[in-house]
């Protein structure tokens, strides 16, 4: 559920939004990881809109996300008749992991069945797929009645939005868009992706809010890091994997616990104005200060779900409050700490006023 109390949408909203689906339109919806900008899967009209909206190249895959089987009070729901359409191949793996996860922040790369639009695809011969839970995502993909391609409702190369609110501002003046309102989304970093399309290994392509741990914890199956793939060629693209990404216009760096000074050295003509996020477990700073330099610190949650749940909403907020440079502390080592980490990197490498000109996704 969303965290916050805001009311779901009526029933007639999520009417409007299936028609507009179904009229090859563009729809963005709220999930549980961030905002998705959706489009039928069916529709390559309509799948070109994203990337224009975006301005994502067109090389780049999408999600298709399907709605989960209704029947919620059987002990296992029969997701085999839901996804087969769309693969080649559902092994016994995947269905351990759909029914371990879905529906949730997990998303599954398989060999795609022939009818997959390539313009889906980036013309790979595989097809990332995820049941989100939100619930008004749900009730869209039920009423939908089909696959709704998705990717983060941003511009390319910009944070991922989280709010209604967000996606608003992303596309303002830019696209006449229908925004479905589920309030502010709760794991708030995108899903953890696993490719199972190489057949002998499952492999994790982006890290998210479900661990190898988790998976392994749940199911026994053994997730391997990307590069431990026996064959590197076989890894599909992912455009996240680019090492800008999700970019405030602000400058962004990460500082070592008590180091904030040294994250200043990179920059040694300013800097007036310095946001410093430092965790809630401290007290404060700590730091001996800086002769020209304000520190206003923004105090950020030390547990792993809590800080992911608000980084984008933190990112965001700061890069519109006009800082010169913004300090994030470097998170600590750990598995449940690298969603987050993998997207603080990204935005460091990719901040500053010319992230827009390298960045992705
Ligand atoms: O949480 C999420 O996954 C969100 C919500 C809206 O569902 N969606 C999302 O979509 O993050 P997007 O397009 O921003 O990121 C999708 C990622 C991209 O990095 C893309 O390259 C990768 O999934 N991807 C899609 N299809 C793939 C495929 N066939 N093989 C490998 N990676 C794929
Ligand atoms: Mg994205």
Not at 28 to 44: I, Q, R, S, W
Not at 307 to 318: C, I, M, T, V
Request: net charge negative; with cysteine; proline share 8%.
């Amino acid at each position: 559920m969303p965290s916050n109390s805001k009311p779901l949408q009526s029933s007639a909203v999520i009417n409007e939004a299936v028609q507009t689906l179904r009229d090859g339109g563009l729809v963005a919806f709220p999930t549980e990881t961030v905002y998705g900008l959706g489009a039928d899967a069916k529709n390559p009209d309509a799948i070109k809109k994203i990337f224009t909206a975006k301005g994502r190249p067109s090389t780049h895959p999408l999600i298709v996300h399907l709605a989960a089987p209704d029947k919620f009070d059987a002990p296992q729901i029969d997701w085999t008749s839901l996804v087969s359409p769309w693969v080649r191949d559902l092994s016994e793996e995947a269905l351990l992991l759909i029914n371990a996860f879905w529906p949730g922040p997990l998303t599954l790369v398989f060999k795609k069945d022939k009818s997959v639009l390539n313009e889906l695809t980036g013309g790979q011969d595989t097809v990332a797929i995820r049941a989100p839970a939100h619930p008004v995502a749900q009730e869209l993909l039920r009423k939908f009645k089909g696959g709704v391609v998705a990717p983060s409702a941003n511009r390319f190369g910009k944070v991922s939005p989280t709010s209604a609110a967000d996606v608003r501002n992303e596309f303002e003046g830019m696209l006449d868009l229908m925004i479905l309102d589920g309030g502010d989304c709760e794991v708030g970093i995108e899903s953890t992706i696993i490719d199972l399309s190489s057949g002998d290994r499952a492999v994790l392509l982006r890290p998210g809010a479900i661990t190898p741990s988790d998976i392994f914890d749940k199911t026994g199956i053994q997730v391997y890091q990307t590069g431990e793939a026996i064959n590197k060629d076989l890894t599909p693209r992912v455009s996240g994997s680019m090492r800008a990404h999700y970019a405030p216009t602000t400058p962004l760096r990460l500082y070592a616990p008590g180091r904030v000074l040294d994250a200043l050295s990179e920059f040694p003509d300013i800097k007036s104005r310095v946001a410093v996020a430092v965790w809630d477990s401290e007290s404060s700073l700590g730091h001996d200060g800086h002769p020209s330099v304000h520190f206003e610190e923004v105090i950020v949650p030390s547990d792993s779900t809590g800080f992911a749940s608000r980084l984008y909403r933190f990112l965001r907020d700061l890069d519109n409050q006009g800082w010169d440079l913004i300090l994030f502390p470097e998170p600590p080592p750990g598995e449940e700490w690298d969603g987050v980490r993998d997207r603080l990197q990204r935005a460091c490498f990719g901040s500053g006023p010319s992230s827009s000109s390298h960045a992705s996704n």
